[in-house]
C-alpha cells in the first residue's frame, strides 16, 4: 500500500493519493489537480477511484476535473445528492482497490453528508489500517456542526454518537487522515500534527473527552470562530459539480487604458494583492485589499462578492497567476485579468491613486491619545477578549462590509489587527464606504507590544 499526503497551507487542506501496484485513489481533491497526476505518473500507478469524503464547504473540490482527466469514477456520499455522475455511497458499503479493502461509515454531524473511509490491506492482515475521517474527525479536534442554520444542535448530537459508536471503536493504531489541519476554520482548535491515530485521539483529543452528550453539543455550539461567506456556497457547487477550470476564462494582462475601461464596469471589482505597505503607499481608488501574505484564498472567499468580474493588481504576472488558483479554491472563477505592470504603469499613464498612511508601533501610541481618534480592533471577538488596547473598538474586519456605519466617518480611524495584514483589508472596505482620515497600524498589536506600550 502506498500512502501519500498534500497540504494546502492556509486553507490547511489535506488530501491524499492511496495505491496498490498499478492503481490507486485519490481523496478529497483540491482543485489544481497536476499535483495528483504527477504524483501517480511518478509512481506508475492509474489514477481510478475518486472519494470525496463529504460536500466540502471551505474550498471547491477537484473531483470533476480530476475525472474529466482521468476518466476515474467518482465516489460521494448518497447523501449529498450529488447531480454529477458518480457512485453514491452508505453505511456499510464496501468496494476494493487491488488489496485494499475500503469500508464506509456513514458519520454526520459536521455535515448532513459525512463519510469516514476505513482500508484494510489485505495483503497484511485483516485489521484496518487507515481511516480517512474527511472534516469527522480531526487531530486534536472534531468538525464544527454549525454550518447549516438552525441544525447545529441536531447535528452535533449526531456527530458525538457517529464519534463514539463508530470512527472510536477502531483499533487503537489504526492511522488518522483528516482532510484539515491548524488554521482550518471547519474545526474549533486542530492541532498542528497532520496525521493521528485513533488511540491517541481517544486518550488526547480534548472533543472526545467531553463527559456526556450535553458538554459536546456545547463545546460545539457556543463561541465558535465565524464562518466565511464562501462555507455557504461551496457546498452547493460540489453537489452540482464545479466549473472544469479548463474552461474557465484566461487570465489577460491588461495595459492600464483597458484595465482602466473594464474597472469602471458596474459588474467588475479590484482587488489588490501586494503587500500592505506597498498597497498603503499607492493603490487604486476604490480597490479591495487582500494581502497574499495573510490568508488570501480564506479572506478573499468571505469578502469579494462571487458575482463579480475580479481585475487584480500584483506585483508580478507570476503572483497574478498564483492568486487566480487560489481564487478558484473558493468558488471566485471570475478572475479574467491584471494590471500589466503594475502601479507604475498605472501612474505613468496618468491615472489616479490613492493611499493609507501605514503608522508604527510609536505613532499609533502617539496617535490614540487624541480622543478624536478611533482606534478600531478589527480581529475576532476571541482575539479581542483575549488581549486588546484599552478603548479598542471591536469589529471585525469581515463584518465592516454591513457594519462601518456603526462608526463616524468624519473622525481619524486607525484599523489595528494582528500583524496589519487583516487592518490593511478593514482600510480598504472603509475607503469604500467615505471614511477618507483612515490609518493601518502596521505590525498590529504584536508590534504595539514588542514596542512596549502594552499596560503591564
Not at 495528483?36 to 505518473?41: F, H, I, M
Amino acid at each position: 500500500m502506498l500512502l501519500k499526503q498534500f497540504f494546502i497551507e492556509k486553507i490547511a487542506h489535506s488530501s491524499y493519493l492511496i495505491g496498490g501496484n498499478t492503481t490507486c485513489a485519490i481523496i478529497d481533491p483540491s482543485r489544481d489537480i497536476d499535483r495528483y497526476l504527477e504524483a501517480a505518473e511518478a509512481e506508475g500507478l492509474k489514477i481510478t477511484h475518486i472519494l470525496e469524503t463529504h460536500l466540502h464547504a471551505d474550498f471547491v473540490s477537484g473531483h470533476m476535473d480530476l475525472a474529466e482527466e482521468t476518466g476515474a469514477a467518482i465516489y460521494a456520499p448518497a447523501a449529498g445528492q450529488c447531480t454529477f455522475p458518480h457512485v453514491p455511497l452508505s453505511d456499510g458499503d464496501t468496494f476494493r482497490i487491488e488489496d485494499m479493502e475500503f469500508l464506509v461509515l456513514e458519520t454526520p454531524g459536521h455535515t448532513p453528508d459525512c463519510l469516514v473511509y476505513v482500508v484494510t490491506d489485505t495483503s497484511r492482515g485483516d485489521t484496518p489500517v487507515a481511516a480517512f475521517t474527511g472534516d469527522t474527525l480531526f487531530v486534536g479536534d472534531v468538525g464544527r456542526p454549525d454550518l447549516f442554520p438552525g441544525k447545529a444542535q441536531d447535528l452535533a448530537g449526531k456527530l458525538y454518537e457517529n464519534l463514539h459508536t463508530k470512527v472510536m471503536t477502531l483499533a487503537p493504531e489504526c492511522l488518522v487522515f483528516p482532510a484539515h489541519g491548524a488554521g482550518s476554520l471547519c474545526g474549533k482548535a486542530m492541532g498542528a500534527m497532520r496525521f493521528s491515530t485513533i488511540g491517541y485521539e481517544n486518550t488526547y483529543n480534548p472533543a472526545l473527552n467531553s463527559a456526556d452528550t450535553e458538554e459536546f453539543i456545547r463545546s460545539l455550539t457556543v463561541n465558535m470562530p465565524p464562518a466565511p461567506d464562501h462555507f455557504a456556497r461551496c457546498s452547493d457547487i460540489n453537489r452540482r459539480g464545479p466549473a472544469s477550470v479548463r474552461n474557465l476564462p484566461p487570465l489577460k494582462a491588461m495595459k492600464p487604458a483597458e484595465f482602466y475601461e473594464r474597472m469602471n464596469d458596474s459588474d467588475t471589482i479590484v482587488v489588490s494583492i501586494r503587500n500592505y505597505a506597498t498597497f498603503g503607499g499607492q493603490h487604486i481608488p476604490g480597490s479591495y485589499h487582500i494581502d497574499m501574505g495573510g490568508n488570501f484564498a480564506t479572506f478573499a472567499g468571505w469578502v469579494l462578492p462571487p458575482d463579480k468580474e475580479i481585475l487584480l493588481v500584483t506585483d508580478s504576472p507570476e503572483q497574478a497567476h498564483e492568486a487566480a488558483i487560489q481564487l478558484r479554491r473558493v468558488g471566485l472563477d471570475r478572475t479574467t485579468g491584471y494590471l500589466k505592470g503594475g502601479t507604475h504603469a498605472w501612474v505613468t499613464a496618468g491615472y489616479t491613486t490613492d493611499h493609507i498612511h501605514q503608522l508604527s508601533p510609536s505613532e499609533v501610541h502617539a496617535k490614540i491619545q487624541d480622543p478624536k481618534t478611533v482606534l478600531l480592533d478589527v480581529r475576532s471577538k476571541d482575539e479581542y477578549e483575549s488581549q486588546h488596547i484599552p478603548g479598542a473598538i471591536n469589529i471585525m474586519a469581515m463584518d465592516l462590509r454591513t457594519r462601518a456605519g456603526e462608526l463616524d466617518a468624519d473622525r481619524p480611524t486607525i484599523a489595528i489587527c494582528r500583524t496589519g495584514h487583516r487592518s490593511s483589508l478593514a482600510c480598504s472596505l472603509l475607503k469604500q464606504q467615505g471614511f477618507s482620515d483612515v490609518y493601518n497600524a502596521a505590525g498590529g498589536i504584536t508590534g504595539y507590544i514588542a514596542a512596549g506600550y502594552f499596560p503591564e
